[in-house]
């Protein structure tokens, strides 16, 4: 149990297009989902915190308007890399907990890579 | 910032051998969690202990937590090539918004030769 899906795992995009990815919880019910950034060789960095049906938690520095989330369920999450950049070019990473459990429940990822 | 650091950055050893990480953190911590990550892959939860826990047990793992140091350490023994991949830890942290959210280590590459 506890798996956690993520669509596309690998796209390429040319620079000032939009890339949406998605976040499954396949068979819990997902209360809080998170957004990661992990660039090669190093550590997650968390981007954001959502929970189903109100607004994501930006970390510091992140941009909003750049980086759209939407958790609209329970068990789906998207992030959405607007006007997208070579910089943005990253390995992005979601994760999903419910309420009753410290454990976060990783996805496999999406290589973002933008032309 | 990254709280946890993880040393050694990388380590490289033969299949069979032990293999030790260590992580150290900066602030107060209900547990720690230590996560293992293959190459280009999501993350997978290894174990967590607790803050009032020095020493814990699962399967090949033995991980040990000194809150006065501030530090904890991962050992796997006997070791095998598919344990091969990147460690990290992770402590708890307060989002902006009053989530839980972790702060994950700078990762340690493990490489275990056949």
């Known amino acids: 149990g506890a798996v956690v899906s993520q669509h596309p795992s690998r796209v390429i995009c040319k620079s000032g297009t939009s890339v949406k990815i998605e976040c499954r919880s396949l068979d819990f019910q997902a209360t809080t989902m998170f957004w990661y950034r992990q660039f090669p060789k190093q550590s997650l960095m968390l981007m954001a915190t959502s929970n189903e049906g109100s607004k994501a938690t930006y970390e510091q520095g992140v941009e909003k308007d750049k980086f759209l989330i939407n958790h609209a369920s329970l068990t789906l999450s998207t992030l959405t890399v607007t006007s997208a950049h070579p910089e943005d070019s990253s390995f992005y990473i979601c994760?999903?907990?419910?309420?009753?459990?410290?454990?976060?429940?990783f996805g496999p990822g999406t290589r973002l890579t933008v032309t | 910032s990254q709280q946890g650091e993880e040393d050694p950055q990388a380590l490289s050893i033969q299949e069979g051998e032990n293999a030790t990480m260590n992580c150290s953190y900066k602030?107060?911590?209900?547990?720690l969690q230590w996560y293992r990550q293959n190459s280009g892959r999501g993350l997978v939860h290894l174990i967590l202990?607790?803050?009032?826990?020095r020493e814990k047990h699962s399967g090949r793992l033995r991980v040990t937590l000194d809150t006065s140091k501030k530090s904890s350490s991962l050992l796997i023994t006997a070791s095998r090539a598919a344990d091969t991949a990147s460690y990290f830890c992770?402590?708890?942290?307060?989002?902006?918004?009053?989530?839980?959210?972790?702060?994950f280590g700078k990762g340690t590459k493990l490489t275990v030769n056949p």
């Open positions: 992770a402590t708890e942290a307060i989002t902006q918004g009053g989530s839980e959210k972790l702060v």
């Open positions: 602030t107060s911590i209900n547990n």
């Open positions: 994760s999903a907990k419910t309420r009753a459990s410290y454990e976060q429940y």
């Open positions: 202990i607790r803050s009032n826990e």
